[in-house]
């Protein structure tokens, strides 16, 4: 089972931020957050990783609450090819860890 | 460089046939995942393969198997296919089985 809760759904208006959040109370010490989208049935594209400090990078910005119980992945000007599902997943870095994917948060983004 | 390549992208088989299904890792990448995805139970693990040797394997009957060579080029078979088999199937390759994977666009096969 998925570790990790997101909203089924979020709509954000083409140019806002879109801020997509994710809880994971039950996370470990040495577990990371990772974020990956899906578009329309094609693979799954990583977007964005992080243990504990926030972590920006070309396409999204993580931040993690101080007590890593939750994280929220933003968007900073989302555009019409950013409607995708969502997947937050935590997992470790010592060994082969399969991805356990929930059921994402799907994101619409609307002119 | 190129991204996780998969072939063919599409695929139509009958009940009872089966499939051999063929995914390039990124270049250097050693470890290489499949995954399936269904409506009904979402993305799922199937096994993953790090220098041509089995290491993980998810929760699917014997039907589905897979291998890698030398190259870490890898395929799965799915033998005897069952309807529930229809899915887009997802491989997913990493430099060393600790990393970040990455997928490719996937495989959909068509059970009829």
């Known amino acids: 089972d998925a570790k990790t809760t997101q909203p089924p759904s979020m709509d954000c208006a083409e140019g806002r931020a879109a801020n997509l959040p994710c809880n994971h109370s039950t996370i470990s010490g040495n577990e990371y957050v990772y974020w990956y989208r899906q578009i329309h049935s094609q693979g799954p594209q990583y977007i964005i990783h992080g243990l504990k400090n926030n972590e920006t990078n070309e396409m999204a910005s993580l931040i993690i609450t101080e007590d890593r119980k939750s994280s929220t992945l933003i968007l900073p000007h989302a555009t019409l090819r950013d409607t995708a599902v969502y997947y937050c997943?935590?997992?470790?870095?010592?060994?082969?860890?399969?991805?356990?994917f929930g059921t994402g948060t799907r994101l619409l983004v609307s002119p | 460089k190129a991204g996780v390549t998969q072939t063919p992208r599409y695929l139509i088989k009958t009940r009872g046939q089966q499939v051999t299904l063929s995914c390039s890792p990124i270049?250097?990448?050693?470890?290489v995942s499949w995954y399936q995805q269904t409506p009904g139970q979402g993305l799922q693990f199937l096994f993953e393969y790090f220098s041509e040797t089995q290491r993980n394997k998810g929760n699917f009957p014997g039907r589905f198997s897979g291998r890698q060579f030398s190259n870490s080029r890898s395929e799965m078979n799915v033998s005897t296919l069952e309807l529930g088999d229809s899915a887009l199937y997802l491989c997913?390759?990493?430099?060393?089985?600790?990393?970040?994977?990455?997928f490719g666009p996937g495989t959909r096969l068509t059970v009829l």
């Open positions: 997913a390759s990493s430099p060393q089985n600790t990393d970040t994977q990455y």
């Open positions: 997943i935590v997992r470790v870095k010592t060994g082969f860890q399969k991805l356990v």
């Open positions: 270049s250097g990448h050693r470890s």
